[in-house]
Structure formats: structure tokens, C-alpha cells
């Protein structure tokens, strides 16, 4: 059977060679040679096929040439050729042979290591070239002999060192495209004002200065590229190009446009963006064709009301200015496509922005809008259209109330604060503490209606998994410190990891520091402690900014460098990241260094004992919250409707509603069933209640009670068997055997993190009323991360088989049971010669988002099966490839923080690897995004370190995940030892959409 089989396989093999040469003798157009020599280091001989009169297109790319074989570029061999593309060699000079290709028509010399053409006669190439390229290459000018090339219509010399232009390359009358963007000239050639013909000019890159007045001579120009030219003015002159149809100016220092610049009635795309424009261009109004209109990073402070003139645009991008409301009239662009706003100072919306409904790029963030709220923006035009048409149904309403969150460790006084702060009557608190999270009304205005939501978050460390569901924009946080116990070197434990907790959760958050038990302290330990936290508050701050602005200053020095020379070595920064993830990582780290925390100062001491200073901070909280600037949601304008809706959401005692109740809630508040949807909508990204409506086992449902939500975590999260013990056997009528079963079960959950479906339902006894209560607990604790089913069974499950949930923040066995291959020492051990390991790094120098690696743990249990957890390593298959999930806490300060996923294949089979990791790491990518202040990088690590079994493996950079596998290359040296590592094992086979660096 089996000689059987091969006999087929030999058959199947001469067929395939046997069409195969009869395809190349019948008509062969196109013919790529490319190296496999898997080191990587050239070929001196290239073995042609037989009949090669016919090729018209020869690629001989990505072959680390050298020179190219006499044998190959025979003029007689090749009398059909018209295409030549010796891009990404190494070609020091114009071969030769080149010269005796009299039919040429496209020369592709890109990517080399030419520092000249004079001396190898590119004069004496083909007189029928019509198109050369020899971009990214080492020039220092062209020569004048390119002059003799007078069919050329495409020059392409772009990222080279050239400091001039030689006269002779007017005489090329027929150049229609000329490319010397990102070199040295230091100002506009002259000698490109006599090529009339010409009609695209890319001089980006080049510190030009100015233009001179005779560029009026290129009336053919239609596509004009001038970005980052140093360029500070127009000449009016300029307005006499009146074919221009795309120009690009932006990173320029530009403040004004010329008067006649309306003149350019043919242009349809301009980029403005990154100059120094006050005021918007009235000039471009007039532009009645323009399509495209950019004006990103300057300091507009408004958009003028006859915007609508420009009533073809499709595009729109305004973001990163001053500009506090936009025209009535931009709802008339109803072409518009994209429009770009974030970054500015926009309250407001005009009416009717439904008009808008063509717009599928839309960006909106980082501005204080109160109408509509940032919640229903930050959701889309659809959502926009829908609270402005309720908006128009029922009357706005205003009502001021502020999240207000209480945080520091335990004993820090929070509770003790909350009630001092809620209680009409002033009495010493009885404080019973650790009762988890308590959310309580404190009305501090009645005259105004100000109310605060207090959320008093527990300081026991076992809350931490839950906190950061609590942590959210627009809300005031109070930092609390017993100042009586507070000593300088545990500034950190007290005060500084809770700086570095609330900026990775809320950028730009408003934090008040507030001491506490100053009763028990004198005046001069008062002083001194107030003052040390100041001061270290400020050294932290001080090193975190000047961290980022280190990282930020080598993000601008690697692009400043040629792509080309980040990626000729392992060693350089950046290794191999293109321009693009570059600008991304500087975009995030600029985000971090704006978006610091508002730290109120200073210190303000109170104590809930003598009632000292209270009503300060009382007086104090109040200011801050109706600050408008710091709390613009604070007077967001809702729907009479909406708020309706919420409060008899709010009356409502039960657990959790159909959507067909909440539907007739809706009704009650004037809502019909088309228009509940936006305000669920709202009311769940404003935090009043929960709806999922992405959930496919959720959507119908409504959790509005977050009051019973809430004591239901603090359940789960109190990890103390006398308490959960106490709440399954409040039963009396419990015989001995089943109170020693639930004893067992208690000690599993608290040892393993299982928990079976009816213990659980036994513990929430005063929350759960049925069957149905229980399982959409457990599905909502399941969306929020918190444990997952073991085994869900895909029917009814039979009469007595237990379902068990886990929880992963209560596994304690450091190391699961697994074979030995997922422990990384074990791997090195094994047959290196087969087995590839892959592992991607995550690194987290400041913060480890508590409780992330147990949500994490949770988030992908639908991707892998046959699992085993340990307190931080997950072992599992993705079908049946292996992946091993590690979590690794820093030890020392020197040491950060990392979450790695890694797989192992063989070489030619390690793209089962990457399709096994890759589900894990967008999931990990969720789950970070829900951090946007957080600093992290992602790191691949080298498999031939791994292999070595090396304590720090060489890194190559994360932001080459989201990178296409670099053409022609097949291999990477590893700076650690030199070693070569396959591009398979850095780069995935499909790129990620995004960089997980980046946010």
C-alpha cells in the first residue's frame, strides 16, 4: 500500500514539472530568480531556464547581489526584456551588463548600496528607459550623464544624500514624475523651474527654506509634495499653479496662505496639518472642488460657518487644535467620510449631526463634552443622531452628580471619611470595616442639586481584582493616608502605587490627597509627614515624565534615521520598525507625558474623630467638582427621557430585568421600543447600570441594580472561610455530613478557585431566587473575567452532574501539574534541532494592572482546551498545539513585571505556533485597552536564545508583529551570539492589525 502511495506522490511530481515546462516553453512574460542560499550571502552564479527570448520582466530583487553575473544580462539572451528589477541587493554600482539592455523600458536600482552612476555610464543605458528608480541608495548627486536619458518620464531618487541637482536634468522634456524627497538640498533646484512638463514634485524631507517666485513657471504640476521643508511662507506666485490637484504642506511653519491661493479651483486634497495656523484659512473656502482637507496640530480656535462651501469634502481632520464649538453649517457636509476631532476643546455639538451619516472615521475623544455626553459620542454618529432626536422629544435636564471614589489601604480611614462626609448629623462613625465596596448618595448642595456618588473601594489587597471596574473618567478621587502610621519609606505602599494605579486606569484623573487621624499626631509630625508626601509625590511624577521624554527623545532619533539603516542591524533601536510604528509609539508616549494626573495640594489633614477640617474638605470638594474645565460632565445635558428612565430603573428592587421590562419602563418615560436602545446605551457607559448589548447570552438582560451587584462581588472577594462557611450554613436544618461537605468545598475554593453552580447559588442565597437568577450572575461574572466554567455542558445537563466554575485569582499552587516540555528549562533540554520555541514578551516597568493575569486567565478560555492553571502559568493546547501563558512578578527594583505567551513547533510548521498565540495576544490587547495611561512594551524573544536556555534572551522589538515578513529576507542575526534566526520565528505570517505597543 505504501509503495503504492509513493509510486502516486513520483507521478503526481513529474506532472506538475512536466506543465510547468511546457508553460515556460509556450510563453513565458515574467521570470523572478530569487537566492535561496539560507545564509543569506549572495550568489555569484544564476542558473537560467532554457527559451527566456520571450521574458519581458526579470526580477532578480532580494538576492544580496553583489554584482550580477555576466551569464544573466545577455542582450542576445534577452532581446524581448523591458522591465529590470535589481532592488534590495547590494550593488555598490551600475552593472554593466545593465548597458547592453537596448530595449529597456523600467531600471528598479532601489534599496542598494550606489554611491554613484557617473563612473558606470548610465549614460550609455538603454535610450528607451522610461522609468528609474534609485531610491533608498547612498548617493551624494546624480550625475549630470542622466541628462542623455530623454525618454525618462519617472525619476525616483528619494532617500539619498544629495545636496544638488546637475543642470542637465532639464533637458529631460518628457520627466513627468520626479521623486528627490528626504535628502540634502538645502534649497529649491533651479533647474527644475525649465522642466514645464513636469507633472509630480516630491521635495518632502529637504530643508528648502523657502520657494523662490519663478515656481509659477511649472503650470503643469499636479500633485505637489512639500512636507517638512522648513518652509515658513508662500509665494503669491504659488497661486498660479492651477493645475495642482494634491499638495501636501504640512510640518512646514506656515501661518498664512497667499491671498490669491483660491486660484487653485482644481485642487482636491490639502495637507495643512502640523503648522502654526490661528486662524482657519478663509481662502480655502473657496476651493469649491477640494475633496480632502487636513489641519491636524495647529492652533485653530475655530471653524468658520461657511465650512458648508466646501460641499464636496469627504475628509476632514481638525484634531489637536483650540477650537471650542464647531458651525451649525458642518452638518451640511453630508459627503464627508472622515472627520476627525479629538484633541480639542469642543463642549457642544451642533444639531441635527445624523446628517452626518456617511461618516465612518470619526474621532471625538479628549474633549469636555457635556451635549451630547462623552459617553454617547465616544459611541458614533448613529448614537449622536439618536440623543438629539430624543433630545428634541422631551426636554433637556440637567442634573449634577459626581462619582466620587475613596481609596488607600486598610485603616487608612476611608470609612470612617464616607460617613463624616454622608451623615447630615454629626456623630463619632461606627465603623465596621472590610466589608468590601459601598457605594453611598452624599447630596452636598440640595440648592443646586449636587450629589455625589460615593464609592468607598475596600484597602484590603483582596478587593484589588475588582477595584479597577470602579476606577473611571470624570470622576474625583480621594486619596485617604493615616498619617499616624504613614512613614517616608513606605511612601510608595501608602500613597505612590495608588498614583500609578488611578493614572494607568484615568489619565489626567483629579486626585486629592487627604490625611487622616491627625488627632492622634502634633503639629510638627503633621508638617513633616504633609511635607514628605508632597515631595515624593513630585520626585515620582518628575522621574515618570522624565522617563517618557528619554523615550520619546529616542523614538525622534530613530526617525530621524533612513528605515534602511534601523534595519541593516539588530543592534540599532527600533530594529527594523517602520516610520509609521514609530510615529504611533511617539503619539502614545506624547499622550502619556500630556495626560498627567491633577494632584490637588497640598496634603489636607482632617479627623473623623474631632470633626477638624471637614468642613473644609467638604467646601473643598464641592469647588473642585463645579469646576467646569476639570468636570465638564458634572452639567452634561440629558434627555428628560434618559433620566427618567434611569431613576425608574432605579425603584425597581429586583436583581436584574428582561428587556422587555426595561422596555416598559421606557415607555413609561416617554420612550418608545426604537428609542430605548441609545439611552440602555448610555445609562451602561456611564456606569448606572449594566447592559451588554454586544452579549449574545446577556443582550437581553438588564443588571440595573448595582447596589446588589456590588455585595454580590464582596462575596466572592472577602477570602475568609469563617465568613463563607457562616453564609452556606445558615441553614439550621443542615445535618453534619453536608455541613462537612461544604467545608471541603469552602477549603477547594479558597486552595483552587472551584466552586460548584449550586454551592454558589447556596452562598448568594439572599440574592439568588432561582435558577435563572444564578446563571446570569454567573455569565455576567463570566463577561466581566472573573471565573469561567470548567464544564459547560452543550445540552441540558443530566439529574446530578455538577457544573464548577473557577476562579483564577484564588489558585494558589504556584506551578500547574504539565508535561515537562512547557517549563522553559525543560525546552532547552530537549532536541533543539527540532523544536522552535515562541514567545512573545509583555513588560510592565511601573504597573502590573491587579488582577489582569486572573481576568486574562479567564478571557481565553474559550481558545484552548485540556488546561492547567497554577497561581500564575496557565498550561493548555490551542487544538493541539501547545501555548503556556506566564506571569512573572518583579523581585527586585531592577526587575519589571511580564505576562509571556508562548508555543513551540518545528521550523517548518511554526505557523501552527503563531496561529495558536496570536487569539491569546489579541485578547491580552483587549484587556490592556482598557488601561490607556498604562506604559508597557511587548517584546519577541530569540528562539536560538530560548534554545540556549539563556536568563536574558535577546528582544526583538513588538511593533514587528503588526509588520508584513521583510521582502527577501530569511533569516536575522541575533546580536546576543551572532546567531541567525529564521524571519519565521520574529515575524507572524499575518501581521496583527495594530502594534500591541501602541494604543
Known sequence: MTEKVNELKTARLWRDAALRSRKLRSNLRQLTLSNADPQGKGIEKLVLPDNIADVEVLNLGNNALREVPANVLQGSLLPSLRVLILRRNRLTCLPAPVCELKGLVELDLSHNLLT??????????????????????????????????????????????????????????????????????????????KMVNLEELDLSGNKMLALPLEIKFLQSLKVLWLSSSKISCLPATFCELTNLESLMLDNN?????????????????????????????????????????????????????????????????????????????????????????????????????????????????????????????????????????????????????????????????????????????????????????????????????????????????????????????????????????????????????????????????????????TDLCDEQELEEKCLDIHHQIALQEKKYSEFLQSLAQNVDDALGQDYDIRSSSPLAAFYGVTNKNLRRKKAHLQFLLNNRLQILSPVLCVSCQDFSNIRRLKEKLMSVAEHWEIFPNLHRVLPKSWQMLEELHLKRQELWLTWWDSARLGLQAGLTEDRLQSALSYLHESGKLLYFEDSLTLKEYVFHNLTKL????????????????????????????????????VEGFLLHGLFPAHVIRLLLKPHIRSQQDLQLILDLLEKMGLCYCINRPKAKPLNGATIWYKFPCYVKNEVPHAEAWINGANLAGQSSLVVEQLQIQYCFPFLFPPGLFARYSVQINSHVVHRSDGKYQIFAYRGKVPVVVSYRPAQTNLQVDTLSIASHASLPNIWTAWQAITPLMEELNVLLQEWPGLYFTVHILCSKCLKRGSCSPHTFPGELLSQQRPEGVTEIVCPKNNERVNVALVYPPTPTVTSPCCK
Open 710 to 745: 456590588i455585595d454580590i462581588l464582596n462575596v466572592f472577594f472577602h477570602r475568609d472561610a469563617t465568613v463563607l462557611l457562616q453564609k452556606l450554613l445558615n441553614d439550621t436544618c443542615m445535618d453534619e455530613l453536608r455541613a462537612t461537605q461544604l467545608h471541603h468545598y
Open 253 to 517: 511653519g506656515l501661518n498664512g496662505l497667499p491671498r490669491h491661493f483660491g486660484n487653485l479651483q482644481k485642487l482636491k486634497m490639502i495637507n495643512l496639518s502640523s503648522n502654526l495656523f490661528e486662524e482657519f484659512p478663509d481662502v480655502l473656502l473657496q476651493l469649491l472642488e477640494l475633496e480632502e482637507l487636513y489641519l491636524s496640530r495647529n492652533r485653530l480656535t475655530a471653524v468658520p460657518e461657511t465650512i458648508c462651501k466646501l460641499s464636496k469634502l469627504v475628509t476632514f481632520w481638525v484634531d489637536n487644535n483650540r477650537i471650542r464649538y464647531l458651525p451649525d453649517a458642518i452638518v451640511e457636509l453630508v459627503n464627508l467620510e472622515e472627520l476627525v476631532l479629538q484633541g480639542n476643546q469642543i463642549a457642544i455639538l451642533p444639531d441635527n449631526f445624523g446628517k452626518l451619516s456617511r461618516v465612518n472615521i470619526w474621532k471625538i475623544k479628549d474633549n469636555p463634552l457635556i451635549q451630547p455626553p462623552y459617553e454617547v459620542c465616544m459611541k458614533g454618529i448613529p448614537y449622536i443622531a439618536a440623543y438629539q432626536k430624543e433630545l428634541a422629544h422631551s426636554q433637556p435636564a440637567v442634573k449634577p452628580r459626581l462619582k466620587l471614589v475613596l481609596m488607600g489601604l486598610k485603616d487608612a480611614g476611608k470609612t470612617a471619611l464616607r460617613h463624616c462626609l454622608t451623615d447630615s448629623v454629626q456623630e463619632i462613625p461606627i465603623v465596621v470595616s472590610n466589608k468590601g465596596i459601598e457605594v453611598t448618595n452624599w447630596v452636598a448642595d440640595a440648592a443646586k442639586g449636587l450629589t455625589f456618588i460615593v464609592y468607598d473601594l475596600a484597602g484590603d489587597h483582596n478587593y484589588d481584582m475588582i477595584k479597577s471596574f470602579f476606577l473611571s473618567p470624570g470622576a474625583l478621587y480621594v486619596l485617604v493616608v493615616n498619617l499616624k502610621v504613614y512613614i517616608s519609606k513606605l511612601f510608595y505602599s501608602y500613597v505612590g502605587c495608588f498614583l500609578h494605579l488611578i493614572s494607568a486606569k484615568v489619565p489626567r484623573a483629579v486626585v486629592c490627597i487627604v490625611g487622616t487621624h
Open 116 to 193: 554613484g552612476l557617473a563612473d558606470q555610464g548610465i549614460d550609455r543605458v538603454s535610450s528607451t528607459l522610461k522609468k528609474l528608480c534609485v531610491s533608498h541608495n547612498k548617493l551624494k548627486c546624480l550625475p549630470p550623464e542622466i541628462g542623455a536619458l530623454s525618454q525618462l518620464e519617472e525619476l525616483d531618487a528619494s532617500f539619498n544624500d544629495i545636496c544638488q541637482l546637475p543642470e542637465s536634468l532639464c533637458r529631460l522634456s518628457r520627466l513627468r514624475t520626479l521623486d528627490v524627497d528626504h535628502n540634502k538640498l538645502a534649497s529649491f533646484p533651479v533647474q527644475m523651474l
